[in-house]
């Protein structure tokens, strides 16, 4: 018999999948949470037989458990960890542990191809095109390498693990992978696909607008209260907003945090730590401790978001060497230009500040890292030039 306890995302149900497709009835699955995963080890040495063979794929357990973890594999050698966190690596001291961040190509792993590659080597489960094609679509969604090549595919593939139960999707996907010769999706589920792409478009739109900005030590953090689409939203607020190091999107109502970069410079696994979580270094997440919930949630209530860019400006365009014209919430005026074809300039109420920049980017970036400014819209700009205009003229 073989047991497997895995996380209860994408990427961890897909090692469920896999693990049936190997084992079929001769394998009991639990998914867990982080939290709940040492309960159902400690579970598990109590009461199972020592001839099961256990799995943990895309969690690890805390300093006690791995001690009895370790026990159990000395006494049986029925143990194996798979798992591709950077917090987890030190499981690679054991016998039974593999830990892989990058694979021998330099392509990022996921539980789900750490396990594939794993069941294929041990002869337990035979290689198809169609389950290759599903492992890759979990890696580049788990990876977050789908945006990266326009594979919207895995996008998809978890919106759907989002849109039923857990079971009904191992359920489809285990009847698919047996009976398709390529992976794709059926006419329903394409339907239903494309209305949640409409209802995640609305949802990410509304939340642009509750973002605040804050600093913690020397980063610049965006702060949002979410409960959906976190990997969608978190990397949206982060690209359209690159002056903020990471995003933290907090859920009051299962009181836990996902923080998101799209930094390479910044690792949110490290931050996470601090809070007894753990991730990848551009994609973590954590329980909102007490710490974590004084600076997150009671240090930035009062803040009021960040007003978002203008979109469909015609006339004060990012990079004009005319002038960019920002305000912030102080309804202070700043004008970003390009002096002397060499050096970006920032003038606030007109008078121009200390420092030079060598580009526009690395001039907005400071100006709204320090002064919080988003760019105003036209008539905004063109109401600032006719009173300039007017004032001009009249001046003796």
């Not at 001291?93 to 069941?119: C, K, M, N, P």
């Not at 409960?227 to 903020?244: I, Q, R, T």
């Not at 954590?286 to 009021?304: M, N, P």
Request: hydrophobic content about 35%; proline content about 1%; some cysteine.
């Amino acid at each position: 018999m073989y047991k497997l306890l895995s996380h209860n995302d994408l990427d961890g149900v897909g090692c469920g999948i896999l693990a049936k497709l190997a084992f079929q009835d001769k394998v009991k699955i639990r998914y867990n949470s982080i939290s709940s995963l040492d309960r159902e080890i400690e579970f598990f040495l109590e009461n199972d037989q020592q001839n099961t063979f256990l799995f943990i794929t895309d969690l690890s357990p805390n300093e006690t458990n791995e001690q009895h973890l370790n026990d159990y594999y000395q006494a049986t050698g029925n143990v194996q960890l798979l798992d591709h966190h950077k917090t987890a690596l030190h499981f690679n001291h054991y016998e039974w542990g593999r830990v892989l961040i990058e694979d021998e190509q330099g392509l990022l792993t996921s539980a789900t191809s750490l396990f594939y590659q794993y069941l294929i080597t041990q002869g337990l489960l035979e290689k198809t095109e169609a389950l290759t094609e599903f492992v890759e679509l979990v890696r580049q969604y788990d990876t977050w390498e789908w945006e990266k090549n326009g594979n919207f595919q895995a996008q998809r593939l978890n919106a759907l693990f989002f849109l039923v139960s857990i079971d009904e999707f191992e359920e489809k996907m285990l009847n698919r992978l047996k009976t398709s010769e390529h992976f794709d999706f059926d006419d329903f589920e394409k339907k239903i696909l494309s209305m949640e792409e409409d209802k995640i478009e609305r949802y990410i739109r509304r939340k642009k607008r509750e973002l605040v900005q804050t600093n913690m030590g020397d980063l610049y953090v965006g702060v949002v209260y979410a409960e959906s689409y976190l990997s969608e939203l978190g990397n949206e607020l982060g690209n359209e907003n690159v002056h903020l190091d990471y995003i933290a999107m907090v859920n009051m109502g299962s009181k836990k945090m996902s923080l998101r970069t799209i930094h390479d410079h910044i690792d949110v696994s490290s931050i996470a730590t601090t809070f007894g979580g753990g991730g990848h270094q551009k994609a973590a997440g954590c329980s909102l401790t007490g710490e974590a919930y004084k600076q997150f949630v009671l240090a930035t209530f009062h803040i009021e978001p960040i007003p978002e860019d203008a979109k469909r400006n015609r006339y004060n365009l990012k990079g004009s060497t005319f002038g960019t014209f920002y305000k912030n919430q102080h309804d202070e005026l700043f004008i970003l230009y390009l002096k002397d074809d060499i050096d970006w300039l920032i003038e606030k109420d007109k008078t121009p500040l200390a420092h030079t920049f060598t580009s526009f980017h690395e001039a907005e970036w400071f100006l709204k890292r320090n002064f919080q400014a988003w760019l105003v819209r036209d008539d905004v700009f063109v109401d600032y030039l006719m009173q300039e205009a007017n004032k001009a003229r009249h001046q003796p």
